[in-house]
């Protein structure tokens, strides 16, 4: 964090000092009871609901608590403690992180999507950083209440930031895109996901559609052209820069001559009137995908096409997105337990129709969740995107993905079809049809460490 002194932050918010000195300065900034104090030198916004313990932010100080709370209250607050009382924390805390933000004029891209966003934000963040020091947000972290912390990890040495926005509810897009005010904003694609929070389909598109609005006047859109539900966001009134990307119809940065490889994807990148041939580590087209919305976000941040996809052939693919490793009986093992959902199921299954190709394709698929009323649904429908091809051996894991099983066999699938509650017994019976021949597709939610678990062990074995 930019180092602030606690003087400059009491003049910004007009507060009224109750406690302690205003001669020193702020280095991190939180919410209490939303984010842990770990630190000294820490800014704190403290609700009027909040019980505070005035010890424990004491012992981290120097400390400044901001609060609307009443007087008789802010003043059990500790020799080491500042106090800055406020009208309205809400309003303090809105005028903080403009304040914050615009301390900056640095390129900060802020990605959503159904599938792809991390793996985007990485190779991004990847290319940008033989430049650049580039705060990023953490892995799939990417919680509305994670963007003050990521925010504030900007300071005076970054160059250039790029943040994953989180959906769970309407509205959550809109609240991130207030803190980061991004200036380059991703759709990578929309499917299915998150209904129960926003109802049905057409509340997730219009929650994905936020980020739209969330861009800084002028800033770039870059959308998957290709996206049937993408084309769905509304336009009309956006007057900054659109690009896009696609395989299947004419793009800004098109991708054709797409080849499997060892070890990842080879394709010819052809950007309005110059062709460039590109090799990204990861199997899969949708990892084609990925590396076009990251060579169009880096060429808009400043960094050349020739970098970019030089520096995209030593991207690392990160761990359980379809990662691929030997197992029991020297099997291949896909393990693709990092997220679940239908529109990452069918990105797996098409992998698997051209690495699988004469090999003993095994399935392992685990329940998809929040999908609000349409669980039966959408796992049906995975249930007969299964029967459409040539597997080996289908097993599912859990109450909501006996509806795939139950589909599959409905719609006539060769598989032998196993169903499980849980992963106890799944080994007994997979084992003795594991050889060299064989490929095993893993796919479950990053919530189920027992899936996790279970495709380790078939790795570790």
Not at 1 to 11: P, T
Not at 116 to 128: L, P, Q, S, W
Not at 243 to 267: L, N, V
Request: net charge positive; with cysteine.
């Amino acid at each position: 964090m930019q180092n602030i002194s606690v003087k400059d932050i009491r003049n910004l918010l007009q507060a009224e000092l109750l406690n302690g000195s205003e001669k020193w300065f702020v280095q991190h900034a939180i919410y209490y009871n939303r984010h842990d104090l770990t630190q000294s030198n820490t800014l704190m916004f403290v609700n009027k609901s909040d019980a505070i313990n005035w010890k424990e932010i004491d012992k981290k100080g120097p400390s400044l608590v901001i609060s609307d709370k009443s007087s008789s209250e802010l003043k059990n607050a500790l020799e080491n403690t500042t106090v800055l009382q406020v009208k309205s924390i809400v309003q303090a805390y809105w005028k903080f992180i403009e304040y914050y933000r615009n301390l900056f004029q640095i390129p900060i891209v802020a990605l959503t999507g159904t599938c792809g966003k991390t793996t985007t934000k990485e190779m991004i963040k990847h290319i940008a950083s033989k430049d650049w020091n580039v705060q990023a947000s953490v892995s799939s972290k990417n919680e509305p209440r994670q963007s003050l912390p990521y925010l504030t990890g900007i300071d005076d040495s970054t160059q250039a930031a790029v943040f994953e926005l989180g959906l769970g509810n309407t509205g959550n897009i809109k609240h991130q895109c207030m803190i980061y005010q991004p200036t380059i904003g991703i759709i990578t694609n929309i499917g299915v996901h998150h209904l129960d929070g926003c109802k049905n389909l057409e509340g997730y598109i219009k929650a994905k559609s936020e980020i739209v609005e969330g861009l800084t006047e002028g800033g770039t859109l870059i959308i998957n052209g290709d996206d049937e539900n993408t084309k769905k966001v509304p336009l009309q009134t956006f007057k900054g820069k659109i690009i896009t990307i696609g395989i299947q119809h004419q793009a800004d940065y098109k991708a054709s001559k797409i080849q499997f490889t060892k070890t990842g994807m080879r394709f010819e990148l052809q950007m309005f009137d110059k062709k460039y041939s590109i090799f990204v580590p990861g199997y899969g087209e949708h990892q084609v995908y990925n590396a076009l919305a990251a060579i169009a976000a880096v060429k808009e941040m400043g960094i050349t096409i020739n970098n970019a996809i030089s520096r995209l052939r030593t991207f690392k693919p990160m761990a359980r997105h379809l990662e691929f490793s030997t197992g029991i009986g020297e099997c291949t093992i896909v393990d693709d337990t990092w997220t679940n959902n239908p529109t990452s199921v069918e990105a797996a299954l098409k992998v698997l129709d051209t690495i699988g190709k004469e090999k003993k394709v095994i399935l392992v698929l685990g329940d998809i969740k929040r999908l609000g009323n349409f669980e039966e649904k959408y796992h049906r429908e995975i249930g007969s995107m299964v029967a459409q091809r040539n597997i080996h051996t289908l097993m599912t894991i859990g109450k909501r993905a006996e509806d795939i099983a139950k589909q599959a066999i409905k719609d006539g699938t060769n598989a032998d079809v196993h169903i499980f509650k849980d992963v106890t017994g799944v080994l007994d019976v997979l084992k003795p049809k594991l050889d060299r021949d064989t490929i095993v597709l893993i796919k479950g939610p990053m919530s189920s460490r027992a899936m996790i678990e279970f495709a380790n062990n078939l790795k570790d074995i």
